[in-house]
């Protein structure tokens, strides 16, 4: 098909590039600069989608961001992508698209049968009608939702494109590049302002490209053109095209989605597809424009109906004719130019003007073209299903309340304009008390709450020469408050048409006895009956009859419904619009995808992966990693066909025979030094640390100041005024804020330095009955018996020519040691320790074999410290000093944690010594009891024994120490079990801790 | 997101901070004996000003010094910002 809506020689598109795309399958041509909709126009394509709740034909409504309607599912080298408005989507070449929200097909809907029983959807119809029958949800009414509601499909596919953020710092942000924005944006730059200037469409200039105007004797156009070519010369300006400023957050923050690559057929090489940008803006001019409001009429949804100023847009950017009978239905001057813009174009339109004989330049010059003008007329209805085929109209009495005789007249389209509204969702979100404008009928922005400033139609100004020469005046203002310079550059003379007031009039009345559908909200189907109903109903407050009706709750958050749907509120309720009040302007002020958001983020990005220096040593030994923190750890080392299971077993059982090694860099460590070191220890610790001699090690349990545990772990006495603290894996970061806090604010009289040394030093435990052997082997030099170097006892080697530090400390419960040395040694250390510890049948070890070690031999960690259990709870209360205050212990005395029953780890053995209880399961008396079945504790942690070779685990259970030999059960409903189990003591292995010393 | 200036960095987005809560609780020295409802004050009872308030922030992403920042918790305007040591 040819397109037979284009004309040869208007609008700014490249003729010489002929673009060819599909829409729902069929393929058309447009041409580069075109956006979807305009190349669809161009082809005489009206119908594009069905509408949300009773899927009545949709077209195209507006020629941009306001659209509400035009909402298609894209498809871009091989992507799809949901809710793409086809006013905004450029035209590229192999574009596919398709129509959304029918099934089967925009031409046949099924879900259309929702328009005749439309008494089923009134509004709130998601309260009323899918309440009962109950049963009836999930078979029924959910399903049948599902299928007819939203706007497009998400992908299930994983995004492949790339996303970016960017932080940007400047004096002046700019949003907006019309006739306010271009002027601010050129006075500020001059002044030597450091300017980012945004617009989001892909043309600069806002309305300049539609007007008829003269700036500085040259055309609006032209005169854009100039400044923007000016503008970006200039090493201070940065100018953005495809930009959208949506968000206005604290502390003049402001958010902007560029749309880099989404024009294109495909994202070029090391170019992502949108950037998000965070801008830190001293000052910021919001020349966001205004938006054209329409009038309501009779079936004012039909394809065909379209606000003036988006035909306008259509025929002087794009060269097409959103018709070729056009009707103009007006209030206001404005819309005589889009009259005017037919009639140049060789098209008759006629003009229907609610005002009675209104007088201004323009209206003059529509005469004076032959232009048909008929005053006091309104539309009262479309004529139509699928497209605009004539209108009904009538005469209207001056007080708007009586129709004449009902007219029937011929059009293809009708070009509607109920005045402008200012856009000003950035000033209000950034804390702005917007204001009510009676000579415009609309909100305005008020008192400026951040460093903020608005010009030109966005602040009601709807005067060229004015908003220029503010804007100008403001450009200069701000920038020289930035800068301090004074470089005042001359405002260039304006000339335009002047226009007369326009009509306060928006919502034709109902002829007698017909009941036209007249729309307010045109995504979400919320008509004028519907918020009548909701007032009746009780509905007072602006909000409430928002989220009651869904009325400015599409994805295009009712720009061109929700002033309209205030009017109606507040004739019905009697009241002004001001005391009826708007919702909530909240970020973001058009959709932005969920990728831009998520930037660079995701997937392995989506947090820092941390590595020991061993890394590759366990890569290459078949590890399979765990996610510590944001660390990877060796799980287990898989030989054969082993699994985890399998694995850790023989891990362990080597550990407890001959001797293993586990990679034990992550551990957290902490350098403290100053005279005040000990002073400073003894009140973080529960226990006592004035004592500790030079060459030892002592464990300790810090609590928080409610008295719960925070974190464990040993502390080493290096030198007489420094000292090498380790915290648990996942503690790490939080006990170094906790010890800077005291330090810092607690106690700043201490004289303690502390600093987080963890990537500092490469950790490797050796633990096992051979360990000493191999040890020795390691430090040939070193006294390294039991006598030499005794439990918790510290010392410095050689290993090969690298220092080490030597710290005989156990968390297996066997006989071992960690060794430290330089975290660029780890590997050689690491590789050393194989090496050598072949001969005594070393084996490395995982997680999940140290957790078995640890968890037989009952020693706790972060699965019984989980931040609700006191030292008592886990057995630590021999630690808990008597005799010196530290952080947390007056929590200590509270009553539930000194009470008699108080929960305490235990040990749990199944009864039938197989089956493994799995970690989360809970303890209780009677398996068979009904539910909620009374709980008596939870196993934290599971292993199997290697020990004694049967399952064991650790619980926390109520009453815990007059619990031991107690027969109850584990019930995993998770899991479907419920087994016989047997309470013992927790320290499963070694109770006495022998083996540690020997 | 906010905008706070480090005493010892200068201004530094929010996203390098960590909140510490209310900055005008003080621990009870230690050693001393303090009534039930003292340490109850201490530990769990904080107040929800309106307006303005001094809060801690933990510039951990930056000098990793703890400092005093007062805030109004409406508007989120920053009126002062002072090192540990200082009082507002
Ligand atoms: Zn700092």
Not at chain 1, 100 to 118: L, M, R, Y
Request: net charge positive; proline share 5%.
């Amino acid at each position: 098909m040819s397109q037979t809506y284009r004309l040869n020689n208007s609008g700014q598109i490249n003729r010489d590039k002929k673009i060819s795309f599909k829409f729902n399958g069929k393929k058309y041509f447009g041409y580069e600069g075109d956006t979807l909709a305009s190349a669809l126009l161009a082809n005489g394509i009206h119908l594009v989608g069905r509408s949300f709740k009773y899927h009545r034909p949709r077209g195209f409504f507006g020629a941009g961001v306001d659209e509400p309607y035009a909402i298609v599912q894209m498809v871009r080298n091989n992507e799809t992508e949901p809710n793409v408005r086809a006013t905004e989507q450029e035209l590229f070449e192999g574009l596919e698209a398709k129509s959304v929200n029918c099934w089967p097909s925009v031409n046949f809907d099924i879900g259309a049968i929702n328009n005749f029983f439309n008494k089923f959807l009134p509004a709130g119809f998601y309260y009323k009608t899918f309440m009962w029958p109950k049963s009836f949800w999930y078979r029924i009414y959910e399903p049948f939702i599902r299928k007819a509601a939203g706007f497009g499909v998400a992908s299930t596919k994983y995004d492949s494109e790339r996303y970016e953020h960017k932080y940007e710092y400047c004096d002046l942000l700019i949003a907006g590049s019309g006739p306010a924005g271009l002027s601010g944006a050129y006075a500020a730059a001059k002044n030597g302002a450091r300017v980012i200037l945004a617009e989001e469409k892909p043309r600069f200039g806002g309305s300049l490209l539609t007007s008829e105007v003269n700036i500085g004797n040259q055309s609006g156009k032209d005169w854009a053109e100039k400044i923007i070519a000016e503008l970006k010369e200039m090493p201070n300006v940065t100018v953005k095209n495809r930009s959208q400023v949506f968000g206005y957050y604290d502390h003049n923050m402001l958010v902007m989605s560029e749309k880099v690559s989404d024009h294109l057929p495909k994202t070029k090489k090391f170019s992502p597809k949108q950037r998000l940008w965070y801008i830190r803006a001293k000052e910021v001019l919001i020349s966001s424009g205004s938006i054209e409001r329409p009038i309501v009429f009779g079936n004012n949804d039909t394809p065909g109906v379209v606000l003036a100023s988006a035909a306008k847009e259509y025929l002087k950017v794009y060269g097409v004719l959103v018709g070729k009978k056009p009707l103009v239905f007006t209030n206001n001057d404005s819309a005589y130019e889009t009259a005017i813009e037919f009639k140049k174009n060789g098209i008759d339109p006629i003009i229907l003007d609610s005002r009675n004989a209104p007088k201004s330049e323009i209206i003059e010059e529509a005469k004076n073209l032959g232009i048909e003008i008929k005053f006091s007329y309104v539309v009262v209805a479309a004529n139509g299903y699928k497209k605009v085929k004539s209108a009904q109209i009538a005469h209207i009495s001056s007080d708007k309340r009586n129709l004449g005789k009902i007219e029937k007249i011929n059009c293809d389209c009708i070009c509607v304009s109920g005045f402008w509204t200012p856009t000003i969702h950035l000033s209000s979100q950034s804390g702005n008390k917007t204001k009510f404008d009676e000579k415009i009928d609309a909100f305005v922005p008020g008192k400026s709450k951040q460093n903020e400033t608005t010009v030109g139609s966005a602040s009601g100004i709807f005067n060229l020469e004015e908003t220029i020469s503010t804007s100008f005046e403001k450009g200069y203002q701000l920038s020289k408050k930035i800068t301090n310079n004074d470089n005042k550059v001359s405002v260039p003379q304006v000339s335009e048409k002047k226009f007369t007031n326009h009509d306060k009039f928006w919502c034709v009345p109902l002829p007698d006895k017909k009941n036209f559908k007249r729309f307010l909200d045109f995504q979400n189907d919320v008509t004028v009956s519907d918020i009548e109903l909701a007032l009746r109903e009780g509905y007072r407050s602006i909000e409430h009859v928002k989220r009651y009706t869904t009325l400015g709750m599409a994805t295009d958050q009712g720009k061109t419904s929700n002033l309209n749907g205030l009017q109606l509120v507040s004739d019905v309720e009697n009241k002004v619009v001001p005391s009826v009040g708007h919702t909530t302007f909240r970020p973001p002020y058009t959709p932005v995808s969920i990728g831009a958001i998520v930037g660079r983020e995701i997937g392995k990005h989506s947090k820092p992966t941390r590595k020991s220096p061993m890394h590759s040593w366990h890569e290459k030994n078949n590890a399979v990693f765990v996610d510590a923190g944001m660390w990877l750890r060796p799980r287990y080392y898989k030989k054969g066909n082993e699994g985890l299971f399998e694995a850790s077993k023989r891990e362990a059982e080597n550990v407890r025979k001959n001797v293993g090694v586990c990679d034990v860099t992550t551990l957290g460590k902490i350098d403290i030094k100053g005279p005040d070191a000990a002073e400073f220890l003894n009140r973080v610790y529960t226990n006592a640390w004035l004592k500790l001699p030079v060459g030892k090690a002592r464990y300790g349990v810090m609590l928080r100041e409610d008295g719960i545990v925070m974190d464990d772990g040993t502390t080493t006495r290096i030198s007489e005024n420094h000292y090498h603290m380790t915290t648990t894996t996942a503690q790490a970061a939080n006990v170094l804020s906790h010890l800077e806090y005291y330090l810092q604010l607690v106690w700043p009289d201490l004289n303690v330095n502390v600093v987080s040394t963890t990537e500092q030093w490469a950790g490797a435990a050796i633990a096992g009955p051979k360990s000493r052997s191999l040890l020795q082997k390691l430090f040939p030099n070193k006294d390294l018996s039991n006598e030499g170097l005794p439990f918790m006892g510290y010392t410095e080697g050689d290993l090969f020519g690298v220092p080490a530090r030597i710290f005989r400390i156990s968390f297996s419960g066997e006989l071992a040691y960690e060794l430290n040395v330089q975290s660029d040694f780890g590997n050689f250390m690491w590789e050393k320790i194989i090496e050598v510890g072949n001969e005594f049948e070393i084996q490395p070890y995982g997680t999940e074999a140290l957790s078995t070690l640890r968890i037989e031999m009952g020693h706790v960690a972060g699965s019984e410290l989980d931040g609700r259990t006191i030292p008592y709870d886990n057995g630590l209360d021999g630690l808990i000093s008597k005799k010196k205050d530290f952080i947390g212990k007056r929590s200590l005395n509270r009553e539930a944690f000194i009470a008699q029953s108080r929960q305490k780890v235990v040990g749990v053995v199944p009864l039938d010594k197989k089956t493994s209880i799995p970690e989360g399961s809970h303890l209780v008396k009677d398996a068979s009891a009904k539910l909620p079945n009374p709980k008596l504790g939870h196993i934290s942690a599971s292993c199997w024994s290697v020990e004694y070779n049967n399952p064991f685990s650790l619980a926390i259970v109520k009453d815990g120490k007059n619990m031991i030999g107690k027969k109850l059960y584990a019930l995993s409903p998770l899991k479907n079990k419920s087994i016989p189990v047997e309470i013992v003591s927790s320290h499963y292995v070694d109770p006495k801790g022998e083996r540690v010393r020997s | 997101m906010l905008y706070i200036e480090c005493p010892y960095c200068g201004l530094r987005s929010q996203n390098e901070f960590a909140y510490g809560g209310d900055g005008t609780v003080k621990r009870p020295t230690l050693n001393k004996e303090v009534s039930d409802k003292e340490w109850d004050n201490f530990v769990y009872n904080r107040k929800s000003p309106r307006g303005k308030h001094v809060e801690l922030w933990h510039h951990i992403s930056g000098c990793r010094q703890w400092i005093k920042v007062q805030r109004d918790t409406v508007t989120h305007e920053i009126f002062k910002t002072v090192s540990a040591d200082k009082e507002i």
